[in-house]
């Protein structure tokens, strides 16, 4: 990228980036078919107002003129947690999202909202009438098709935006723009093709059935992720399919880590090294190293307060308390 050099984009943990000025997602009949079916229940906020402006990033933002769409990658947090799961002897058998242990730890939307920021007043130093917005995650915009539409991947038959070089295991954040940016950098980006061929390893792995192979979407009632991090109260119903007996009580990787695209990831990555951050070893120590009966005694003694100042900044504050016993329950069974 010319604007930003290799050290920056090292920096900020970006594995890949692309460029686009297409406003209107490609899978936009696709996304609306889905919210029809009601696959996106027990997900309000899929539909409405927030669907209407999911149809082209111009009902969200009218000056939008371009985008730029980052991958950051936590490939390193899911090898590391793969081995921690194989030959950690003190493992309890319960598995966390490992997004959740990428980014030192913390919270990801806190951390990439800073770096997007930061890339994006570098970009205004260059040019001060450009404006930008950073979209990441929460945001009313069909990220996966944006990534697509700015050359960075295929969707997969498990839905995930896939990158040939880089898997899946990365975080989608974008700027959009209200100018168009030079020649050189718009022309670079074409469009990926399927790559999934006969493959059908990630819906024969799902353990709950939730990827509709036919349209290769996800039944989000039936998705072990709805359940364990949308769905914080104690009595959330679960789908009719829902039993957690993978080990699952945050999140959910199988149908990405059974994916050739990341096994080949995980094969040219170099040795890792493990995990460095006092935060990441605050999480595997409370979750994953030691009894799970200990593990829901403490969360069950803990005060709402106490889990909070605990958890503060992480992933967990997403669910709280509730949402974690709700899970762990299945485990104690
Ligand atoms: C709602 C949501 C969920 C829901 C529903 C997931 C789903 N697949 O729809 C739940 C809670 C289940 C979920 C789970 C997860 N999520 Co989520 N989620 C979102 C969110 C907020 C909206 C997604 C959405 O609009 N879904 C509706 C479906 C229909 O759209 P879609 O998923 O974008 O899929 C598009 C394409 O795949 C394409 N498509 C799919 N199939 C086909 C088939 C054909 C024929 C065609 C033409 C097109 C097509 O059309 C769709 C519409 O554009 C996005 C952030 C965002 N604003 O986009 C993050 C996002 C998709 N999630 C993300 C992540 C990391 C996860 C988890 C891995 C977390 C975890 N470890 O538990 C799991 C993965 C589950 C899975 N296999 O999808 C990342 C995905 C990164 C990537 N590499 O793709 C995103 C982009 C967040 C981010 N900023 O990085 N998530
Ligand atoms: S995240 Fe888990 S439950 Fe959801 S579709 Fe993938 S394998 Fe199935
Ligand atoms: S497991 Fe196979 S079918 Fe599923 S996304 Fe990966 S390559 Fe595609």
């Known amino acids: 990228m010319s604007f930003l050099t290799a050290e920056q984009l090292k920096k900020f943990g970006i594995v890949d980036y692309g460029y686009t000025t297409d406003p209107i997602p490609h899978s936009v009949d696709h996304f609306n078919q ?4 009601d696959l996106h229940l ?9 669907q209407k402006k999911r149809q082209s990033i111009k009902e969200y933002w009218p000056a939008f003129e371009s985008a730029l769409t980052f991958l950051f ?3 390193e947090a899911h090898q590391n947690l793969q081995l921690l799961y194989e030959n950690n002897q003190d493992w309890n058998g319960l598995k966390l999202a490992s997004y959740t242990l990428g980014f030192e730890g913390l919270d990801y939307h806190q951390i990439l909202l800073n770096r997007l920021n930061e890339i994006g007043q570098f970009l205004i130093k260059d040019d001060p009438s450009l404006m930008f917005k950073v979209v990441l995650d929460t945001h ?6 944006l990534a697509m539409r700015a050359g960075l991947g295929w969707f997969g038959k498990n839905s995930m935006l896939i990158n040939r070089s880089h898997g899946s295991f990365f975080i989608i954040g974008s700027l959009l723009l209200n100018h168009k940016l030079k020649s050189e950098i718009s022309e670079k980006f074409k469009v990926e093709s399927d790559h999934c061929g006969q493959c059908t390893k990630c819906i024969d ?3 709950t059935n939730a990827i509709d192979p036919v349209t290769r979407t996800i039944r989000s009632n039936d998705c072990i992720s709805t359940f364990t991090i949308e769905q914080f109260k104690m009595d959330s119903t679960p789908g009719p399919n829902m039993t957690l007996k993978e080990g699952t009580i945050f999140g959910c990787d199988i149908c990405q880590d059974v994916c050739p695209w990341n096994k080949r990831v995980d094969r040219l990555l170099k040795k890792s090294l493990g995990f460095s951050h006092k935060d990441q070893h605050k999480i595997l120590n409370f979750f994953l190293l030691r009894k799970t009966t200990e593990l829901y005694k403490d969360l069950s003694t803990l005060t709402e307060g106490g889990f909070r100042r605990l958890f503060r900044s992480s992933s967990f504050e997403r669910s709280g308390r509730r949402g974690l016993l709700k899970s762990l329950i299945f ?3």
Request: hydrophobic residues 30%; glycine residues 4%; aromatic residues 14%.
């Open 42 to 50: 027990p997900l309000e906020y899929l539909a409405g107002e927030r």
């Open 73 to 75: 990658s936590y490939h």
């Open 331 to 333: 485990y104690l069974k």
């Open 205 to 207: 792995a799902c353990p």
């Open 34 to 37: 889905w919210v029809k079916k």
């Open 140 to 145: 009313p915009v069909l990220e996966r098709d």
